[in-house]
C-alpha cells in the first residue's frame, strides 16, 4: 500500500526536490501550500490542502476536514529574513515564528489522531539552531524546532517517530540564492568539504528516515553540513 506523505514547502529547493523523489516511487503525496495556484506548473494534482503558515488562527481550520491516514509529515516550510533582532519590527519576528515554529507545531496538534502507527514527523531544523548567527530570530526559531524535536519524540513514542534535519549550506534554494555577490563563496570556504550540499541529499536522508530501515531513530537532529558545525 503506498504510504501517505503530508509535505509543506514543495515549491521551491529542498522540498521540491523531496516532492521529485516521492513522485519516482509513487508515494501518494498531499501538498500544503499557501495558495493552490502556485502549484499550477509543478506537477502536483488534488490532494492538496490550502493553508498560509504566517496566520496560525487558520490552522485548524485548514485541517479540520482532513479525511486521511497520515505516514509521514514533513515540514520544509520556512522563511529566512536575513536580519539581526536589531532590524527586524515586532511584526517580523512574529511572523518568522509564526511561519518557522508555531503553524508546525499547531499543524502537528490538528494531525495527532490522523497519524499511523509507525508513522513519522521529520521537521527541518537548521545549523544555525546549533551554533547561532548573525540572524539571531530566525537562530532562534530553529533552535526551537530543535527542542521540540526531542519534546515530541517522548510524547509520540512508541508509536511515531519524530526526527529532525539541520542542514547547513544547501544550494538552490532561496536561502543561497539570495547571498550577495561574493558571500556564497566566503560561506563555502568555511566548509571543511569545500562544497554546499544539494536539496536531493536531504531528500534522500529524509526517504530514509521515513523508512523501515530507519525504526531505531528518534529524537535525533541530524547534522547534514560538510562538516561545518561538528558537536
Given at each position: 500500500?503506498?504510504?501517505?506523505?503530508?509535505?509543506?514547502?514543495?515549491?521551491?529547493?529542498?522540498g521540491l526536490?523531496?516532492?521529485?523523489?516521492?513522485?519516482?516511487?509513487?508515494?501518494?503525496?498531499?501538498?500544503?501550500?499557501?495558495?493552490?495556484?502556485?502549484?499550477?506548473?509543478?506537477?502536483?494534482?488534488?490532494?492538496?490542502?490550502?493553508?498560509?503558515?504566517?496566520?496560525?488562527?487558520?490552522?485548524?481550520?485548514?485541517?479540520?476536514?482532513?479525511?486521511?491516514?497520515?505516514?509521514?509529515?514533513?515540514n520544509?516550510?520556512?522563511?529566512?529574513?536575513?536580519?539581526?533582532?536589531?532590524?527586524?519590527?515586532?511584526?517580523?519576528?512574529?511572523?518568522?515564528f509564526?511561519?518557522?515554529?508555531?503553524?508546525?507545531?499547531?499543524?502537528?496538534?490538528?494531525?495527532?489522531?490522523?497519524?499511523?502507527k509507525?508513522?513519522?514527523?521529520?521537521?527541518?531544523?537548521?545549523?544555525?539552531?546549533?551554533?547561532?548567527?548573525?540572524?539571531?530570530?530566525?537562530?532562534?526559531?530553529?533552535?526551537?524546532?530543535?527542542?521540540?524535536?526531542?519534546?515530541?519524540?517522548?510524547?509520540?513514542?512508541?508509536?511515531?517517530?519524530?526526527?529532525?534535519?539541520?542542514?547547513?549550506?544547501?544550494?538552490?534554494?532561496?536561502?543561497?540564492?539570495?547571498?550577495?555577490?561574493?558571500?556564497?563563496?566566503?560561506?563555502?570556504?568555511?566548509?571543511?568539504?569545500?562544497?554546499?550540499?544539494?536539496?536531493?541529499?536531504?531528500?534522500?536522508?529524509?526517504?530514509?528516515?521515513?523508512?523501515?530501515?530507519?525504526?531505531?531513530?528518534?529524537?535525533?537532529?541530524?547534522?547534514?553540513?560538510?562538516?561545518?558545525?561538528l558537536?
Amino acid at each position: 500500500m503506498k504510504k501517505n506523505i503530508l509535505i509543506s514547502g514543495v515549491t521551491s529547493g529542498m522540498g521540491l526536490a523531496f516532492v521529485k523523489l516521492l513522485k519516482e516511487r509513487e508515494y501518494n503525496i498531499f501538498p500544503i501550500v499557501r495558495n493552490k495556484n502556485i502549484l499550477k506548473n509543478i506537477f502536483i494534482e488534488g490532494n492538496i490542502i490550502e493553508c498560509d503558515f504566517s496566520k496560525p488562527e487558520a490552522i485548524e481550520k485548514a485541517f479540520h476536514g482532513l479525511n486521511i491516514r497520515i505516514d509521514a509529515f514533513v515540514n520544509f516550510a520556512g522563511i529566512l529574513p536575513g536580519k539581526s533582532i536589531f532590524e527586524q519590527s515586532n511584526s517580523g519576528i512574529q511572523e518568522l515564528f509564526n511561519v518557522n515554529i508555531i503553524s508546525p507545531m499547531l499543524i502537528i496538534k490538528s494531525i495527532k489522531d490522523k497519524l499511523n502507527k509507525d508513522a513519522v514527523i521529520i521537521l527541518l531544523g537548521s545549523i544555525s539552531g546549533h551554533k547561532g548567527s548573525f540572524d539571531d530570530p530566525y537562530s532562534a526559531s530553529k533552535g526551537a524546532v530543535q527542542s521540540l524535536v526531542k519534546s515530541l519524540s517522548l510524547k509520540f513514542a512508541p508509536d511515531v517517530r519524530v526526527v529532525g534535519v539541520a542542514p547547513g549550506i544547501i544550494d538552490n534554494t532561496r536561502m543561497t540564492d539570495d547571498l550577495i555577490d561574493g558571500l556564497y563563496e566566503r560561506n563555502i570556504q568555511k566548509v571543511p568539504l569545500k562544497c554546499a550540499g544539494q536539496p536531493e541529499d536531504i531528500g534522500e536522508l529524509i526517504l530514509f528516515l521515513i523508512s523501515k530501515h530507519a525504526k531505531f531513530i528518534t529524537g535525533s537532529m541530524i547534522d547534514v553540513n560538510g562538516g561545518q558545525y561538528l558537536r
